[in-house]
């Protein structure tokens, strides 16, 4: 079995900065993808930032320039620094990984793992 722990959340005020980490564990062969995501009320869950194992990313827009997301390989962990943080980044922030897992005795599944959430706020 895997899971994925975040933390970093909290309450910050307009212009301040949150890091974000999300560390995946258990039986783990690999991770490709590792990105965050993040829910609004009353708004669907929208990327926000990704990473893949060679360390190409990917931002959405309203974040470029701001956010940075890394990985450390090592320890499975991925990150993501929000500098200059605005009221519209109030969200739950979701971590999502593509990894591949063993069952033992040389079995294997590949699978969508997603975080529980973690709160940011940010106060104007």
């Known amino acids: 079995q895997v899971q994925l722990v975040e933390s970093g959340g909290g309450l910050v005020q307009a212009g301040g900065s949150l890091r974000l980490s999300c560390a995946a564990s258990?039986?783990?062969?690999?991770?490709?993808?590792m990105g965050w995501y993040r829910q609004a009320p009353v708004k669907q869950r929208e990327l926000v930032a990704g990473i893949i194992s060679g360390g190409s990313t990917n931002y959405a827009d309203s974040v470029k320039g701001r956010f940075t997301i890394s990985r450390d390989n090592a320890k499975n962990t991925v990150y993501l620094q929000m500098l200059s943080l605005k009221p519209e980044d109030t969200a739950v922030y979701y971590c999502?990984?593509?990894?591949?897992?063993?069952?033992?005795?040389?079995?294997?599944?590949?699978?969508?793992?997603w975080g529980q959430g973690t709160l940011v706020t940010v106060s104007s």
């Open positions: 258990g039986s783990i062969i690999s991770i490709n993808h």
């Open positions: 999502n990984t593509h990894m591949t897992y063993s069952l033992g005795s040389g079995g294997y599944r590949s699978l969508e793992v």
